[in-house]
């Protein structure tokens, strides 16, 4: 199957009864982005606005990548949600599950672009984000257990009836591979609540664990790479992946394998999305069944691509540019 | 006095110790403009910002025809706050008490642009805007008597401690002309509440009211430009100015005098700040202790020259340039 019909905005039309490659849940909304880099926010007179939020950002990126992909999320009845909407369509994903919410507007997220590492975000999603409103009930849970690799997000879990809902999504899927938990830790959205309780429930539903050195600390307790991938994998995936910035990545998988992942040389500019990249890429990798090693240094080059572009959903990598990064990068061997 | 001298960034300084001719007291945030009329919000792709809020925008508005003004609000501990103060100083309002609040974000609004007549608004004000933050024991009630005019409007009363400031500001000044309550009613903003009350305590303390026929509704019941005028008057006030739209603009004085000025033809572009570059004339003519046709004339003209404009603060129309507008809509004479 070519890319163009992976990516047609036909699919749900012409793949009514196929299983999705990938089915994303989580976080949807408008990124206003500075058209400028490297201006505070104070100073920034005109704003470009994109598709963003994590969940989002790895549907997109895996759907660029050839992938059959749904997002189930939920933006305000707004302008701003028939814009997310119809853009999710034009990227390639499926939207029947992206749902409308009377109550509450489409959360906007307002960035601040300072090269290399320092990229201020700033969430209107009060007094709450629609996507923490999906609800247990309205789930379509046979196509979440249907879907080759499912992939939740710890946001997921900060408020209900989104909690209860991405637990059950996770329960649903009976520990088949591939289930993708994304830690996704985002203090804001916590107020005083403790995660601890709710990621060690998601974590043993899920087959792969991702996170930063940050998020691994909130699921494991340590900041040591090594350490919080054992105590990932003593939680209950059978993959664990530490994104570790500027040290590369680390992915530890039961069976024993290891792989390091040093950083790619890129020059950044908007470290926004990088992960979500990486996130969509990994995906793909677990999809085509490829030897971890090859996966992680694929997806990490994903990752560097979108961190040398302004945007980050418009800015998702094809495979052929990120194979040609890694060409590059290896000196061409 | 110069006009440059008046907007001078320095005005604190200078005049640090003379009473202000215009304290505005309410609402202040961040718009954000589509840079092109007559996209749909969910089409538009750039987005302009600009200092927004109705008080805010009096204020400008009265600074602009050369007024020494300030501002009585609240923003975010945040870049964007950091904006619409220097933005205030820019345009020569004072700034001593617009104050910061950590725990809420400076309130950005959308808005769509669809000439001549519709300007949907999308506000991001919750859980709740900082400038309804303004407590009353940390108003400066001296300088509040000592104003020359005083503006406060109905948003202000839509919640605690606002309602209380905003109350007690307008009794602390004790009947003095001139106090103005612009009824400035957005549904939006009150959820269930009864705002009659409110309204009629505002009123028994204010002299001149200002409001469009929606919100004379509010406030009297009637939408009958001559009755709403007629219970203002009765509701406390010396002056009722009941802005019609296409209709124009009725003003009538207890003292039995009464002027209605018809719009004038202009081409609209964005009818939003309309109004509040009419407040900021109408305080204008008032200080200037101009014959009530004189003032309402122009404060219409004021009013028309930014609905010819995109923007609504940075478009606030110098006095030359609505005597001029005044010039030409009657032929010369």
Same mark, same amino acid.
């Not at 058209?35 to 201006?39: F, Q, R």
């Not at 500019?269 to 926004?272: D, E, T, V």
């Given at each position: 199957m070519s890319e163009a019909q992976q990516n047609s905005p036909y699919e749900n039309t012409l793949y009514e009864n196929t299983p999705y490659d990938l089915i994303v849940m989580g976080r949807l909304g408008v990124d206003l982005y500075p @058209?400028? /880099?490297? %201006?505070p926010l104070d100073r920034v007179e005109t704003f470009g606005r994109f598709l963003g939020g994590s969940a989002a950002n790895v549907a997109v990126a895996a759907a660029r990548l050839g992938r059959r992909v749904a997002l189930v999320s939920r933006t305000g009845a707004d302008p701003f949600g028939v814009y997310l909407r119809r853009e999710l369509e034009t990227f390639? %994903?499926? %939207?029947?599950?992206v749902t409308e919410v /009377? /109550?509450?507007?489409?959360p906007v997220t307002f960035c601040e672009v300072f090269p290399p590492d320092d990229f201020p975000l700033y969430f209107y999603r009060q007094p709450k984000a629609p996507d923490l409103e999906m609800r247990p009930g309205e789930l379509d849970l046979d196509a979440v257990r249907g879907a080759r690799v499912f992939w939740a997000t710890g946001?997921?879990?900060? /408020?209900q009836p989104s909690r209860d809902a991405t637990l059950g999504a996770l329960e649903a899927r009976g520990g088949a591979v591939h289930t993708v938990f994304d830690l996704d830790w985002r203090p804001a959205f916590w107020m005083d609540q403790d995660p601890h309780p709710y990621y060690a429930q998601a974590l043993r539903h899920a087959t792969v664990a991702v996170g930063n050195i940050d998020e691994c600390e909130i699921a494991?307790?340590?900041?040591?790479p090594h350490a919080a991938a054992k105590e990932l994998l003593g939680a209950g995936v059978e993959l664990a992946v530490v994104k570790q910035g500027p040290e590369g990545v680390l992915a530890v998988h039961r069976d024993g394998s290891s792989v390091r992942v040093p950083p790619l040389e890129v020059k950044v @500019?908007?470290? @926004?999305g990088a992960g979500d990249a990486f996130g969509g890429a990994l995906c793909h990798g677990l999809l085509a069944g490829w030897p971890l090693d090859r996966t992680i240094r694929w997806a990490n080059a994903a990752g560097a691509l979108v961190a040398t572009r302004l945007e980050c959903s418009s800015a998702m990598p094809y495979a052929a540019e990120i194979d040609r990064l890694l060409l590059l990068a290896t000196g061409g061997e």
């Open positions: @058209l400028k /880099a490297g %201006v390639g %994903v499926g %939207v029947r599950w /009377a /109550a509450y507007p489409t946001t997921g879990l900060c /408020a494991t307790g340590t900041r040591d @500019l908007n470290g @926004l």
